[in-house]
């Protein structure tokens, strides 16, 4: 892999916002079609008492904070080793998010749901 950039980041946060939103949005939870869907996403995600969903949420949020300091440093270059380390992360909660069952998703979305 060769030093990332912020660009690396945006789709490495993407992909697992995209995944965990779709999913969720299936399930009935409403969503805004706005910015402020990162943040909430993360929040519901902490707030739902999920072990897995809470993983989940941080490494969301440990994405965005990072890609959002690669953003305001727009000539720096990520080495190998944290770019490797960054996708793995993503590619981890992607995978723990396919593990939860479905009757474990249902609830998280249930429980999302209620949230005011």
Known sequence: MRSGTADEYR???Y???NVVLGALAAK???FHESADDHRDLIAYLAKVGHR???YIGQVLNDLRTQR???DYKMNAVVSVKTSEFVYKKAKGAIETFDAIPSGDL???ARKIQAIP
Do not use: Y
């Open 68 to 70: 959002n300091s690669a």
């Open 28 to 30: 009935g939870v409403a």
């Open 11 to 13: 789709a490495f946060i």
């Open 15 to 17: 992909a697992v916002f």
């Open 106 to 108: 249902n609830e998280i």
């Open 52 to 54: 897995d969903a809470g």
